[in-house]
């Protein structure tokens, strides 16, 4: 991992699409109200990207009109041990050694590992 602490990520650099709150709720077929509470209680993270630019959502983090499976998991698991949702959105798309990032081993259905190290994180 880089040198640069996960609070101060270029998360425009590390992330290539993102979607607004309307995009993220027309994709999951829920109203945005529901888009603020999914974030409020961790089953999906956002984070302003860009100066002017509001809060956003990775569009990774959606696949098949679902939230990532695991993803609401490792998000709780990782607010458990202090970081926030800038935080884990940049640990997600940092390319670790799993290998390659956290949010593909996610969608390719291989969360256990990237949940072991989420956990192993607090120590």
Not at 57 to 81: E, R, S, W, Y
Not at 87 to 101: K, S
Request: one cysteine or more; aromatic letters at 6%; proline letters at 6%.
């Amino acid at each position: 991992m880089a040198d640069v602490p996960l609070a101060q990520m270029d998360l425009g650099a590390l992330v290539d699409e993102w979607l607004d709150w309307h995009a993220a709720a027309e994709l999951l077929g829920v109203p945005v109200s529901r888009i603020r509470t999914m974030i409020r209680e961790h089953e999906i993270a956002a984070a302003v990207s860009e100066p002017g630019t509001g809060q956003r959502i990775p569009a990774l983090f959606i696949q098949d009109g679902l939230v990532v499976k695991g993803l609401p998991g490792l998000l709780t698991v990782m607010h458990d041990n202090k970081y926030d949702d800038r935080e884990c959105i940049a640990w997600l798309f940092l390319d670790d050694d799993l290998p390659g990032r956290p949010i593909d081993a996610l969608r390719e259905n291989r969360g256990a590992e990237v949940k072991r190290r989420a956990q192993a994180m607090a120590f």
